[in-house]
């Protein structure tokens, strides 16, 4: 059956409400705050690190996102715990908030469909979310660009930029997981919980986890080194239903040109090199050779994105309107 | 009445699950009409709302408002229609105004348009002296009253209200009711629904009492109370003088008197006798402090037809449970 009109009348008019809710609420006040403190932390740490590397590194400003001090992390390792809770902290309660209030059917009852209400929301999120990262990002550039007094390159500033992006993609993850959360749980406090619980087991559980139930699907015998790469594949691939982990895996490879690929770390971890015929190793890799190399890793977080977001958007569809 | 009828259904149905909330109900209502849908809790008076806003699924049957197909054309409905839901819901964090400029900015009206309707709106529910206020503080009078702006501000061709007056103490009931026959006189069409049966009884030009997910009895009062409570009109009168009893039952058509106080007395009568009874009273010099024809009252008329009807209700409730 066709429907009347657009899906997306009232979309802009929804998102600018939420917007504004979201920039105006105190929860968003006090991110704001670990923001900057994050920024400073984590530049004024890394600095004294970096002055002890040589001047020459042509990637200087990249490795104030990867390097850390003793007992300090880095900002990579920073942001793949800080995004998925700001983005918890925001999408919890973008549906159930609308039935607790009971305003959900007075305004489903103004000429918008729900896929307005719902993709206004998600948008709203989103754009929050972007701006508080490209604040921090720019904070981090900037002070890394005073304190070391050496202008970035372009392909530094470019491998900062998709690195920015990825983190994007990466908080909407957590935003879709939560807003989906918001549609099936009443209470906002279950959503929570229930959201925090799900990256609670992902980010701590399922790394311990995955070798485990990797197992059955690993031959005992290793005779060659594709036969070990294989193997350390199947590994990542059970690891990888962590967005946490896909997202480290994509920034290791960006904000390290010298990386050719994402089982580098893992063959470095039992003392192993990767060496590629025809290559040098440890030479710098073009932005788009290391674009290439995590391009599934990205794409497959971008349809995660999508996926949940539908999810949620077909239970919403379903639900009735009254409480 | 039905070429002008602006909202129109025919066999409604809801099922949820086995349970049928709506059973195969059909009624119109006309142009500046306030029609009452009345019933307890759980007939499914609500269901029927969201039936006509596109807010649920008809499970079959059809309605058509303002000749729109809800399912098909939800927009061009909602457009047009204003909705007061039972509990209604304002965002606490914004003020009064801003609540209705969110509202405004989704029907799509343009700045100056929009300032104007809120303005307008919130003065006719004396509401204006608030609009700065965040709606947190508000009672659920207030709240009720902001729902009816609301409806206001769009300009709503229909007003759809559930539960309005539940809730309310006697002061708001009476100044919400008198918002509700400002829309009549405006040509706005209202809807009602309600389980108070005598509050809305003076505002409703028709009802329709609802049942089981049906429709028992639907017409004016008036009519339903000559058809259920059997014909007959009822006459209160207090007046002063000796043998008025006696004298008021040979008026022709007057068919029993009955003393109910000392001074008071009541008229069966076949037909309306007002002006007959009020000059035997002047003609006997007496002094006439009161005569009313007594309306007959919804609660009476809903309590007699069921208790008439026994073998049909346990028979609903067998169905509701199986
Ligand atoms: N989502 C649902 N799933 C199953 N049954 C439902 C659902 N919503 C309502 N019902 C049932 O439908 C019937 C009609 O409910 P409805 O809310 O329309 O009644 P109502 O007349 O508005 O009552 P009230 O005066 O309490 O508001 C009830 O028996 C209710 O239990
Ligand atoms: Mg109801």
Known sequence: MRREGSAFQGLGVVMLKELSDNLTSGRMVVMEWLVVLIAICVVYTGIQQIRELSAEDPFLLLRLFTRSAEGVPNLVYVLSYFVPLVSIGLGFDLVNSERNQRTLSRILAQPIYRDALLFGKFLAGLVTLSVMLLALWLMVIGLGILLLGIPPGAEEVARAVVMLGVTIVYAGVWLAVALLFSIVFRSAATAALVALGLWLFLTFLWPMLAPYLAIPFISDSISSSSDLLSQLGILQAFSRVSPGALYAEIVGVLLDPAVRSTQQPLLASLGLALVQPGSIPGAPLPLMQSLLIVWPQTVSMIAGVIVLFVIGYVVFQRQEVRA | ?322
């Open chain 2, 1 to 322: 009445m039905s070429e002008d009828a602006v909202i129109e259904a025919k066999g409604l149905t809801k099922i949820y699950g086995k349970a049928v909330a709506v059973d195969h109900i059909s009624f119109s209502v006309g142009r500046g009409e306030i029609f009452g849908l009345l019933g307890p809790n759980g007939a499914g008076k609500t269901t029927t709302i969201l039936m006509m806003l596109g807010l649920t699924d008809i499970s079959s049957g059809e309605v058509s408002v303002l000749g729109f197909d809800p399912a098909r054309e939800p927009l061009s409905v909602k457009r047009r229609v204003g909705y007061l839901p039972d509990t209604v819901g304002f965002y606490d964090a914004l003020t009064v105004a801003d609540n209705l400029r969110y509202t405004a900015r989704l029907i799509g009206f343009r700045h100056a348009e929009r300032e104007k309707r809120i303005a307008d709106a919130l003065r006719r529910v004396e509401l204006l002296e608030f609009a700065d206020k965040r709606v947190a503080t508000f009672s659920r009078g207030m709240r009720q009253r902001l729902g009816l702006a609301e409806i206001l501000m769009k300009g709503a061709q229909i007003a759809i209200l559930d539960e309005p007056t539940s809730g309310l103490d006697p002061h708001a009931t009476a100044e919400l009711l008198g918002i509700i026959r400002g829309f009549k006189a405006e040509g706005v069409s209202v809807l009602l629904s309600s389980h108070l049966l005598e509050r809305v009884q003076s505002v409703c030009d028709r009802v329709a009492l609802f049942s089981n997910g049906k429709i028992a009895l639907m017409g004016t009062v008036p009519e339903l109370g000559r058809q259920i409570l059997g014909g007959g009109y009822v006459l209160d009168i207090e007046a002063e003088g000796a043998g008025l009893a006696e004298r008021l039952a040979l008026i022709p058509g007057v068919t029993g008197v009955e003393k109910t106080g000392i001074g008071k007395l009541r008229l069966q009568a076949e037909r309306d006798v007002r002006p007959e009874a009020a000059a035997e009273v002047v003609a006997m010099q007496g002094r006439l402090k009161f005569l009313g024809l007594q309306e007959p009252s919804l609660d009476a008329i809903y309590t007699r037809y069921f208790e008439s009807k026994p073998d049909e209700a346990i028979e609903e409730g067998a169905r509701h449970a199986a």
